[in-house]
């Protein structure tokens, strides 16, 4: 999906760090109560430390959603998120996304025309109507509302087995997209194996499946990923174990499931975060995760060891496109009343986007 952020003015790329926090604190002032900073787990520091709320991508749309006094949502985070947040606010309130080119290389692994297409395709060789489409909130709006349209739900990486639980009640398969690995761990966890499910690569006709692949499949796992969470291997873990024997491992669902079946415990972003807090005292514990998130661990918890499983430590780059300068960019501009970047979905689009919201809420 292309996006265009065209380059910050020479007065906020020159600045220092100490002149930008004086310019954000003195636009949060003007601004008041009309504006409300949503910060994700994975956002920098120097972020994080402006942040009215800080979460994962539904839980701080849902925060929005509950300030209807604010004005303007400003939502450090990724393209998809900022969607979620404009379709779940009122039409008095703006979301705005600091830096435009902070998307999601998942979520645009899976787009419209994709979707559509393997639509179409899956129903020549099988039962559509016993197929359920479902996706993963890392997805854009209108995949949310493709899911709507065709009886699907969202998901988080909190809910997937209920959601998923739920789809095949009414229907013989699910077509999960776009994380190939939250919709297989997943569905170990349900008891299937790999004998149930296929991966469905949209660059090939068919998914690059037999007819036979679609018709038995029970979840067809659109080949997706996230570029963070496949970097962990089953190595990182047995040499985490090897240096600190009685550690403790943590890691998220969009890890592979190779990774996950080695892991002590599996969960989201927020699982992760309640895991570190009930560890006793004098843990060290192993994280599969972001690198922001699990420094901000390490840091809030003195009484405890948090460590990045990937000795290489990778960032997530398009959430790490925000930075101070970014954000002080939005807010002096909005303290002038200047809406800079603005994120809107089309009103069709949103309607059938809430209502797989909706069902996802209702299912849990």
Not at 198 to 227: D, I, M, Q, Y
Request: charged share 25%; glycine share 6%; net charge negative.
């Amino acid at each position: 999906m292309l996006r265009v952020q065209r380059p910050l003015p020479e007065r906020y790329t020159t600045a220092s760090s100490e002149q930008l926090a004086d310019w954000i604190g003195d636009a949060k002032k003007t601004l008041g109560d009309r504006l409300f900073i949503l910060g994700h787990h994975y956002q920098r520091d120097e972020v994080m430390a402006w942040a009215d709320a800080r979460g994962d991508s539904f839980r701080l749309s849902v925060l929005a959603q509950q300030r209807p006094e604010a004005e303007y949502i400003v939502f450090c985070g990724v393209h998809f998120m900022a969607e979620s947040a404009d379709i779940l606010t009122g039409d008095h309130q703006q979301v705005v996304l600091p830096d435009l080119n902070a998307g999601c290389s998942m979520a645009d692994m899976a787009d419209i025309d994709q979707v559509e297409e393997a639509w179409e395709e899956l129903a020549r060789v099988t039962d559509i109507d016993r197929v359920v489409p479902i996706t993963y909130m890392n997805s854009a709006a209108n995949l949310k509302a493709f899911v709507a349209r065709h009886g699907g739900a969202v998901c988080t990486s909190s809910n997937a087995r209920a959601v998923l639980t739920w789809a095949l009640e009414r229907g013989d398969q699910v077509l999960f997209f776009p994380d190939q690995h939250l919709g297989r761990n997943t569905g170990f966890d349900m008891g299937y194996d790999e004998s149930h499910m296929a991966v469905w690569n949209p660059r090939f006709e068919l998914g690059g499946l037999t007819e036979t692949e679609c018709k038995e499949s029970v979840l067809l796992l659109w080949r997706g990923h996230c570029s963070v969470h496949q970097r962990f291997q089953p190595d990182h873990v047995s040499a985490f174990r090897a240096e600190h024997p009685d550690g403790i491992v943590v890691v998220h669902p969009e890890c592979s499931r190779e990774v996950c079946a080695v892991a002590d415990q599996v969960g989201s972003t927020d699982f992760i975060i309640k895991a570190v807090a009930a560890a006793p005292a004098g843990s060290v514990i192993g994280v599969g995760t972001e690198i922001h998130l699990v420094n901000r661990l390490n840091d809030e918890t003195p009484d405890k060891t948090v460590v990045s499983l990937d000795p290489l430590i990778c960032p997530c780059s398009t959430m790490f496109r925000i930075d101070a300068a970014h954000l002080a960019w939005t807010l002096e501009g909005l303290a002038e009343d200047k809406v800079r970047n603005r994120i809107t979905v089309h009103p069709e689009i949103a309607a059938d986007a809430r209502i797989a919201l909706d069902r996802m809420l209702s299912i849990t």
